[in-house]
């Protein structure tokens, strides 16, 4: 039976863009437990999809092997007792012998069930062989009527033995018993899922013969066991035939009607718990029930009434804790799919934010094409003004375009170094004492031209009460300048951009309130990631990466701080808020020398340190 190749979820590692990659994932070919089975059933229905039937092969066929030896035991035991005349070992119980084509035909039998588990087909096939020649030869005799000669060709008996048609000639139900069983080995050794399937039926068939003979030893009904011309059969061949067919059918188990049998779901569960009972119960109730009748210990009726109650009582028990057990599976089962729901939830999740990464990064990537390509037309076409036009005055505004265009790219690529090292854990800081409200003032001073030449009121309200903070000056300054130029940006010609700071506590505020263009709620959620912007079209209004307010926030948070931003609606402005500790606790991070410092600390700061996460 295959098994199930187990599905094995891989998360592939993130590009350079923090991206998960896409890989397709290729099932493993199903595997077969057993040689010469294929994966792909011969016929449609012939066996369970892969993985419904998580059966121990080991154990079924350990125990079909168990089953074949001790009936080969059982066999040659009783040989030797015709051999050496023990009648302790030909007949073992009663008076009914086993006779000698039976046990011979048990021998081969048992050989050729140990040969199958053992894959030995050839050798297994040949003893089957056999044993169904004695089998069938003998029931021939008993409905033509002839004699072949082949009865007491080993080891001859009196005239006379119980429960005999003729000397040492097997009875009609141990003939037909050995018939079916060979039959059933021969198919089975074939291999194929029609021929599993009839040697389970002819097992089953053998099992039901034998079932009679050892209820009629029970009960002392030597009709099912002693009528010579039709039922004579000795206990120990009937129990030897019943252990014989129950390792057949535990043979192949992943094939045939016994797959229902050993199936992990509710019918087999129901199957395995009530086969033993269903057969056991009743024979040993009425087998007490019986000799309490024979001890005279109740009457007919009364006999007759324990009976029923008793199997009454056994079956509900058994079905009630059959109940149970199929109540633990439903319940284990409604668990596993609730977490196979569950993880289908989260792959179905984790691929729909793959796809949305990927297409982040494609926009990302026309964005920034975008970007890039404007300032290089420009500066590309001024810097051919400048090689063909000699006028000193053209001369000075082409250098003033190409240097401002320039500017922009250093900015351009500086905002991706700067995202590229906070993804790696690289961004440094400087933390030092700074004066707070001049450093923010220097950036309002850089950026009021713009506003002015776009429309837009720049104000500033700053609290003197705030006197210096621990921090990164050209670091906050970026800050400073991200979010006022964000807010310039989205702010339409007429409105109003205002800059106020206060003191909290213990933290200095810094509060950008606009009136432009705002943004939704759910766009919020997505206002601090990297290259994510509410209008991310490659003809969108307004310019720029998306990694002003990202790059902001990961400062804001190396000093300890914080950034919050929020927006009533679309058309109804912004408001960002910066919120920083006066005193920086450089102790939290990794200390280590930082390039290009240009502000000195005053004479009573301590050594400046740079601090990255």
Known sequence: MPNSADAITYTPPADSFGLPQQED??????????????PIPDQLGSSPPPGSVPFNYRFSSAASALAGVSVAGV???VLIGWAFQIDALRSMHGPITMKTNAAVGLLLCGLALSLHVHHAKAAGMACATVAAGLGTLTLSQHLVGWDL????????????????????????????????????LLLLFRGRPHTISWAQRSAAACLVLATFAIAGYLYGAVELYAIARYTGIALPTALAFVVLNVGILLARVD??????????????????????????????????????????????GLSIALFAVSLVIAMWATIWLTAKVMAVGDRHRRLAEEDRDRLLIRERF???????????????????????????????????????????????????????????????VEDLL????????????????????????GSLDALSPSAAAKGVGLLSELDPAIGALEADPERIQQIVSNLAANAIKFTNAGGRVTVRTALTGDEATLTIMDTGIGFDETFSAHLFQPFRQADSSARREHGGLGLGL????????????SIAGSSPGRQRGATFVLRLPIRFAAEQSSVVPKKGATLEPTSNAPTPASVRT
């Open 25 to 38: 994932q290729v099932p493993s070919p199903p595997m077969c437990d057993r040689p010469g089975d294929s």
């Open 550 to 561: 990202s790059i902001a926030q990961h400062i804001a948070e190396l000093h300890g701080g």
């Open 255 to 300: 094939e045939g009607p016994m797959v229902a049998f050993i199936d992990e779901g509710p019918a087999g569960t129901l199957l395995r718990r009530v086969a033993i009972p269903v057969v056991v119960v009743p024979l040993a109730l009425g087998y007490f029930v019986m000799h309490g009748r024979q001890a005279d210990l109740y009457d007919r």
């Open 350 to 412: 984790a691929r729909g934010e793959a796809e949305r990464a990927s297409q982040l990064k494609d926009q990302f990537m026309a964005v920034l094409s975008h970007e890039l390509r404007t300032p290089l037309n420009v500066m590309l076409g001024w810097t051919k003004a400048l090689e063909t036009n000699t006028l000193p005055d053209r001369r000075a505004h082409a250098a003033s375009v190409v240097a401002r265009n320039g500017r922009v790219l250093a900015r351009l």
């Open 75 to 77: 066999g040659l035991i």
């Open 149 to 184: 000669g082949i009865d007491q060709m080993l080891f001859a008996e009196p005239t006379g033995a119980a429960a005999t048609t003729h000397p040492n000639r097997m009875g009609l139900n141990g003939s037909t018993s050995l018939t079916l069983s060979a039959t059933a």
């Open 418 to 441: 700067d995202i590229s090292r906070a993804s790696v854990g690289q961004f440094e800081v400087s933390p030092r004492p700074i004066p707070f409200n001049i450093v923010v003032q």
